[in-house]
């Protein structure tokens, strides 16, 4: 396996050291994107493929009175995201969990938001893990996807020719799939960097 299939899975001493790149690496699309998503200070909020859990420690922030949950199939990604947020799992106020997006643990119509940061690449059967999404938020809910590659340049190719099973989604795909899903006010937001952000109500 070479070390970027860490990107997708982290294993071993390869993904430790992915993890912590990833915390530091996806800082910058991660703080663009989360001005495109609005959440009030108890909001009960999903991250989906947590990483180093960076993000979560971010949404944390967001929501002082609120509950941040994650979710990632890496146990290493596990183990980092609930060191980088021990405290906030010792108030309470935070849990992780190791497990799939396509078939989630959590109750129907819980979280206010569902975020994606840097993950969707990987997700395999996204008709599938888009409803499950839909299923965990409440009608109203938010979910938030942030890319750092929309798909619209040849230089995300490089990408998916090192990494086995990824794909490097448009803004419009994502939208049509998520309107099947049953998605709506789909928006899509780009940059000169070719970042992506998509947001869209349940």
């Not at 609120?66 to 309470?92: C, F, H, L, R």
């Not at 569902?114 to 979910?143: H, I, M, S």
């Amino acid at each position: 396996m070479s070390f970027f299939e860490n990107t997708r899975k982290p294993a071993g001493f390869g993904g430790k050291l992915m993890v912590v790149m990833m915390n530091l690496g996806h800082s910058p699309v991660a703080q663009w994107g989360l001005q495109f998503l609005e959440l009030a200070p108890d909001d009960k909020v999903l991250d989906c493929g947590c990483g180093g859990g960076a993000n979560i420690r971010q949404l944390l922030k967001k929501c002082p009175q609120g509950v941040v949950k994650g979710i990632d199939y890496s146990p290493v990604s596990v183990e980092k995201t609930k060191k980088v947020n021990e405290t906030a799992i010792a108030d309470g106020r935070c849990a992780v969990l190791q497990g799939s997006v396509a078939d989630m643990m959590f109750a129907d119509n819980w979280f206010d938001a569902v975020t994606a940061f840097e993950t969707v690449y990987f997700w395999p059967d996204l008709p599938r893990c888009f409803r499950e999404v839909w299923r965990v938020l409440k009608p109203g809910g938010t979910f938030f996807i942030c890319n750092e590659s929309n798909g619209d340049t040849d230089k995300d190719e490089k990408w998916t020719k090192i990494i086995n099973g990824m794909t490097i989604y448009q803004g419009t795909e994502l939208k049509a799939y998520l309107e099947q899903a049953g998605f709506h006010e789909v928006q899509i937001h780009k940059n000169k960097a070719g970042w992506l952000c998509v947001t869209a109500r349940k």
